[in-house]
């Protein structure tokens, strides 16, 4: 992998029109999404036949390495490029969906599962009602990555230019770079939620890695400033001890956080929402004793975790059974 073979890929799917409005924005200092260019283009176009050839494309790009076991996988990372194509499920959609899971938790009969309130959710970006809203909130787009904007006093928030910023996110069909399918099915929607101090990134944030419906693993992440994108990571059995292995994103804690009182039932509701699926990570707050659910993630990394040691990432693609399934389904 390197940076020259990114840039190159998505350059391709650019094209000559994307690169002149590119280059155009640069010159002239006008904004130009490129992600929301390549989606209409590109993208969009697409077949869904010629997509387990655009995902072999992107891997290739992103790794350096042909995916080519992707009918017979054997790595977690190569296991995860076979369930976006065959395990690409309805159930998926909703519970990648950061609106509809809160229906799929509330079927799953976890009372003690705390959630962020939710203020309101809006098909247009025009009728989203600030006026109703608190100090303090977080607009999100439902289907997304990284689409987040956290409003901590809305008096110094500037109204217009937060409605154009949602409108074009409303645009957005976030998913196709990758082909991470789950978010490509659910109807847009711009959500706000309370914002709670302490859920914006500045503590542990647990991670449950569950293989067919078991977890196996939490991955602890904090210490981290958002802004330089820092912060630590350490992996841990259910019994909290630490393991060897890690997906080299942060480095290591020096010392390894403590244990959390209620571990026990944070690994219960991570069990009890894993059930359906093949893989999912249950992203998991602790908040003053409180568990509050994040989110749950069907492709970790997007399947590209730089898994160290060595053979890590073969030992956790034994750990996951496929399901039998047709692409696309």
Same mark, same amino acid.
């Given at each position: 992998?390197s940076?020259?073979?990114?840039k190159?890929? &998505?350059a391709? &799917?650019?094209g000559?029109g994307g690169?002149?409005g590119f280059?155009?924005g640069?010159l002239? /200092?006008?904004p *130009?999404? @490129?992600?929301?260019?390549?989606q209409?283009h590109?993208?969009?176009k697409? $077949?869904e036949s010629?997509?387990?050839?655009?995902? =072999?494309?992107w891997?290739k +790009?992103m790794t350096?390495r !042909?995916?080519?076991n992707?009918?017979?996988?054997v790595? *977690?990372?190569?296991?995860?490029?076979?369930?976006?194509l065959h395990?690409? !499920?309805?159930?998926k959609?909703i519970?990648?969906d /950061?609106?509809?899971?809160r229906?799929?938790i509330?079927q +799953?009969?976890l009372p003690?599962?705390k959630?962020?309130?939710l203020? =309101?959710a809006?098909?247009?970006a025009e009728?989203?009602d600030?006026?109703?809203? $608190?100090k303090a909130?977080?607009?999100k787009?439902n289907a997304a990555c990284?689409?987040?904007?956290i409003?901590?006093?809305? @008096?110094?928030? #500037?109204?217009e230019k937060?409605?154009?910023t949602?409108?074009t996110w409303?645009?957005?069909?976030?998913?196709? %770079?990758?082909m991470?399918?789950q978010y490509?099915?659910? $109807?847009?929607?711009i959500i706000?939620?309370?914002y709670? %101090?302490?859920?914006?990134?500045n503590?542990? #944030?647990?991670k449950i890695?569950?293989?067919?419906g078991a977890p196996?693993?939490v991955?602890?992440i904090?210490d981290r400033?958002?802004v330089r994108? !820092? =912060?630590? %990571?350490?992996?841990f059995?259910?019994?909290?001890n630490?393991?060897?292995?890690?997906?080299?994103?942060y480095?290591?804690?020096?010392k390894?956080?403590?244990?959390p009182k209620?571990?026990?039932?944070m690994?219960e509701i991570?069990r009890?929402l894993? /059930?359906?699926?093949p893989?999912v &990570?249950?992203?998991l707050?602790n908040?003053?004793?409180?568990i509050?659910?994040?989110?749950?993630t069907?492709? @970790? !990394?997007?399947?590209?975790g730089r898994?160290?040691p060595?053979?890590?990432?073969? &030992?956790?693609?034994?750990?996951?059974r496929?399901?039998?399934?047709q +692409?696309m /389904?």
């Amino acid at each position: 992998m390197s940076k020259r073979d990114i840039k190159l890929y &998505r350059a391709r &799917r650019l094209g000559l029109g994307g690169l002149v409005g590119f280059a155009c924005g640069k010159l002239f /200092k006008r904004p *130009f999404d @490129s992600y929301l260019y390549q989606q209409k283009h590109y993208y969009e176009k697409l $077949p869904e036949s010629a997509y387990p050839g655009e995902l =072999g494309l992107w891997y290739k +790009a992103m790794t350096g390495r !042909t995916l080519e076991n992707i009918d017979n996988p054997v790595t *977690f990372n190569d296991k995860m490029q076979w369930l976006k194509l065959h395990d690409n !499920t309805e159930v998926k959609a909703i519970c990648a969906d /950061k609106y509809r899971v809160r229906g799929y938790i509330e079927q +799953a009969g976890l009372p003690d599962l705390k959630l962020a309130p939710l203020l =309101g959710a809006w098909d247009r970006a025009e009728d989203i009602d600030f006026d109703a809203l $608190p100090k303090a909130f977080v607009l999100k787009q439902n289907a997304a990555c990284h689409l987040n904007l956290i409003v901590k006093d809305k @008096s110094k928030l #500037d109204i217009e230019k937060t409605r154009a910023t949602m409108k074009t996110w409303l645009e957005i069909t976030f998913g196709f %770079e990758g082909m991470e399918l789950q978010y490509l099915k659910s $109807p847009k929607k711009i959500i706000a939620e309370a914002y709670l %101090e302490g859920l914006d990134g500045n503590l542990y #944030d647990y991670k449950i890695y569950c293989f067919n419906g078991a977890p196996a693993y939490v991955e602890v992440i904090g210490d981290r400033d958002l802004v330089r994108h !820092t =912060g630590y %990571e350490a992996f841990f059995d259910l019994d909290w001890n630490i393991q060897e292995f890690a997906t080299a994103s942060y480095p290591i804690y020096p010392k390894p956080p403590e244990r959390p009182k209620n571990l026990d039932r944070m690994i219960e509701i991570a069990r009890v929402l894993s /059930k359906p699926f093949p893989f999912v &990570r249950v992203d998991l707050y602790n908040l003053d004793g409180e568990i509050y659910f994040g989110e749950l993630t069907f492709t @970790s !990394t997007n399947g590209i975790g730089r898994w160290v040691p060595q053979g890590t990432n073969e &030992r956790l693609g034994e750990m996951l059974r496929l399901p039998d399934g047709q +692409a696309m /389904k």
